[in-house]
């Protein structure tokens, strides 16, 4: 099956700092998205980008599908941004989702 | 609000004790999903539905039953539990299923701790 790895696996981050977050997939998918999962274990959307490049405030995402790899920047980076970041993807062809290994990041005042 | 949820939120149950874990949609999408999660194996498939009465097993089936009997509920079902479901389950939803061409973006429930002795 398609696999999908998260880098890092752990980042800690002196509060202000920036960080990119990678997601390597082995196959071609037709569906990204990126994740947090806060303290608290909730699951919060952050892009949907099977493809092209997304920002949101702090944040954007980028998808290459072509060379199958998606980045997530986080700049500025605050102690709320601390949590397990995911990745998700579906292998084209199916509907199953494949969850990434997540990236946990720790962010220190 | 448009949103999951999902019920109960906490549970603690023995061995072998019929249970349902609910999960309920109002946006009208057409997929919904369980997952469950566990330390060190992250997040995992367990069944999914890409419409009314027709649903698929993901990566993690056995022991579960689902059904799709209305387009905004999908319910989990653990027949007979053991302590191996012990689990962070999620439900989620989304417009598409994840073909190319329809809109697929998943939106998550808020969780259910089981925990089964």
């Known amino acids: 099956g398609i696999q999908v790895e998260q880098s890092p696996p752990d980042l800690i981050l002196q509060e202000g700092a920036n960080s990119t977050l990678r997601c390597n997939f082995s196959d071609s998918v037709n569906n990204l998205q990126w994740f947090h999962q806060n303290p608290w274990g909730q699951l919060i959307n952050l892009f949907?980008?099977?493809?092209?490049?997304?920002?949101?405030?702090?944040?954007?995402?980028?998808?290459?599908?072509?060379?199958?790899?998606?980045?997530?920047?986080?700049?500025?980076?605050?102690?709320?941004?601390?949590?397990?970041?995911?990745?998700a993807v579906v292998r084209e062809g199916t509907y199953k989702y494949i969850f990434g290994t997540g990236t946990r990041l720790k962010v220190l005042a | 609000e448009a949103q999951v949820t999902q019920n109960p939120r906490y549970l603690i149950t023995v061995t072998g004790k019929k249970l349902t874990v609910t999960c309920s949609q109002n946006m009208n999408h057409e997929y919904m999903s369980w997952y469950r999660q566990d330390p060190g194996l992250g997040l995992r498939q367990i069944y999914y539905s890409m419409n009314?009465?027709?649903?698929?097993?993901?990566?993690?089936?056995?022991?579960?039953k689902v059904s799709r009997k209305e387009k905004r509920n999908f319910p989990l079902i653990l027949e007979s539990p053991s302590p191996n479901q012990t689990s962070l389950y999620f439900c989620a939803s989304s417009l598409g299923g994840g073909l190319a061409g329809t809109y697929n973006e998943q939106f998550f429930?808020?969780?259910?701790?089981l925990t089964v002795l």
């Open chain 1, 48 to 87: 949907y980008i099977p493809s092209g490049t997304k920002q949101n405030g702090r944040l954007s995402a980028t998808t290459v599908a072509t060379e199958r790899y998606s980045l997530l920047y986080i700049s500025s980076s605050q102690t709320t941004d601390s949590g397990v970041y995911f990745c």
């Open chain 2, 52 to 64: 009314v009465e027709v649903t698929d097993k993901g990566d993690v089936p056995e022991g579960y």
């Open chain 2, 109 to 113: 429930g808020p969780g259910t701790r």
